[in-house]
């Protein structure tokens, strides 16, 4: 069963505009959200993260929003950037140690 | 300082055989997870050790193990191969256990034929 969910398996957006990555969960436990870059052959690279206390956070160009009530987070990327073309997973955990659920990706295409 | 750690990088091996995949963590991260990326998958938990305990298991059947090392590096291992464990394995290292952080090696791809 799929906890955390990435409805949008792809995305292209013009450069320099807003890049909306979206992410659902399932589980009300989950308090810690994580969003991943990935390249092919490649692992993983952090981002940015948020706990459950917030509802916002932000780190340069990417800013990660909360809604627990809707239980969706979503990732901003502002502007858009051609190094930014990559899959991003977002991913949770449940504070019972480093198990981390991820969604199945989003590859982002930013058109220059 | 050094990332994560994976080796080899590249697998392949026949079905029916036993693999040993190897993760250095970060220095100073005591805690390592396992995942597997499979296509259309997202990256799915095998394990997590924690100062050479298991704290956490996934849904995975019992062929996949693992163990940790008083110097954090960690092992995993596959046996009796089927072609479904075709996959990129990805190893995780955090400094602690509050699961709040993750860094991720470059993964060993493992091709079962």
């Known amino acids: 069963d799929q906890q955390v969910k990435q409805n949008s398996p792809s995305l292209s957006v013009q450069e320099g505009r807003i890049s909306i990555l979206n992410c659902d969960y399932t589980?009300?436990?989950?308090?810690?959200f994580l969003w991943y870059k990935k390249y092919p052959a490649e692992g993983p690279t952090f981002l940015i993260s948020?706990?459950?206390?917030?509802d916002k956070n932000e780190d340069g160009r990417f800013t990660v929003f909360l809604n627990k009530s809707a239980k969706h987070l979503s990732l901003h990327i502002v502007p858009s950037q051609p190094g930014d073309s990559a899959v991003y997973f977002c991913a949770a955990s449940a504070n019972t140690g480093n198990q981390f659920y991820f969604g199945t990706g989003t590859s982002l295409t930013v058109i220059p | 300082k050094a990332g994560v750690t994976q080796t080899p990088r590249y697998l392949i091996k026949t079905r029916g055989q036993q693999v040993t995949l190897s993760c250095s963590p970060i220095s100073g991260h005591r805690s390592v997870s396992w995942y597997q990326q499979t296509p259309g998958q997202g990256l799915q938990f095998l394990f997590e050790y924690f100062s050479e305990t298991q704290r956490n298991k996934g849904n995975f059947p019992g062929r996949f193990s693992g163990r940790q090392f008083s110097n954090s590096r960690s092992e995993m291992n596959v046996s009796t191969l089927e072609l479904g464990d075709s996959a990129l394995y990805l190893c995780a290292s955090s400094l602690d256990a509050l699961g709040t952080e993750a860094f991720f090696g470059q993964g060993t791809r493992l091709t079962v034929v």
């Open positions: 589980n009300s436990m989950f308090d810690y």
């Open positions: 948020i706990s459950s206390i917030k």
